[in-house]
């Protein structure tokens, strides 16, 4: 099966760009999670999703970062515009359904903003 | 906010050595998680605990859900260097406004000597 798959796995880009980081959860989860994860602050949950709606936003660090989820198979992260401290590894994780607590992490995406 | 102290941080072993590590929480979790990352990848469910005092194996891991609900171990029995990454542990919190949301320990990174 597949597992949850994200794209791209590298993305490098300079200062100000806006950035996109898409995510695609495993058939049949109905829930979806974004973290950041960096070597001072380990892995932080920015927002997560059930049935498409984003239920807790607490962990986005502020407006540059929006989520959206227009459907059960595909989530986007997007940062506008991009700082260097934005700079980390993003992973995207599902879990079955609300209730359940296994979730399922993606490869992530390598984001470098110089 | 909720966290997990995970110890120790790093550990340098000989091949067929046991390794064991462990979480601690300053509240009740009904629910620990143990996962590994490989690097350049994210993080895998290793094993998932549920009940106050179960323990449960995956091949040569085993890992216990410790009776106060406050902590967990996990302990790997002859290592291998592929057993060689970082091993995180997650707890879902009893109650309050965090379910649905997992907390991760900052990590365990193994390495396993030939």
């Known amino acids: 099966d597949a597992g949850v798959i994200q794209s791209p796995r590298h993305e490098v880009t300079e200062m100000g760009q806006e950035v996109t980081l898409r995510c695609k959860p495993i058939s049949g989860h109905n829930s979806l999670f974004w973290y950041r994860q960096t070597m001072m602050r380990g892995l932080e949950l920015l927002i997560y999703?059930?049935?498409?709606?984003?239920?807790?936003d607490s962990g986005m660090p502020e407006d540059r970062f929006s989520a959206k989820m227009p459907n059960a198979s595909f989530s986007t992260l997007k940062i506008q515009p991009s700082e260097p401290r934005d700079s980390a590894v993003y992973f995207c994780a599902s879990r079955l359904r609300d209730g359940t607590y296994e979730q399922y992490f993606g490869p992530g995406t390598r984001l470098t903003v110089t | 906010g909720q966290q997990l102290n995970q110890s120790p941080q790093s550990m340098f072993i000989q091949e067929g050595e046991d390794v064991s590590m462990n979480c601690t929480s300053s509240?009740?979790?009904?629910?620990w998680l143990w996962y590994k990352q490989d690097p350049g990848e994210g993080p895998v469910l290793l094993i998932a605990l549920y009940k106050a005092g179960e323990l449960t194996s995956n091949g040569r891991l085993t890992a216990q859900f410790g009776i106060t609900r406050k902590d967990s171990f996990l302990n790997i029995s002859a290592s291998i260097p592929s057993d060689v990454g970082i091993y995180f542990c997650a707890g879902q919190n009893a109650g309050g406004t965090s379910y649905g949301k997992l907390t991760f320990g900052q990590g365990t990174i193994l390495t396993v000597h030939p």
């Open positions: 999703f059930n049935n498409n709606v984003p239920i807790d």
């Open positions: 509240s009740i979790f009904n629910t």
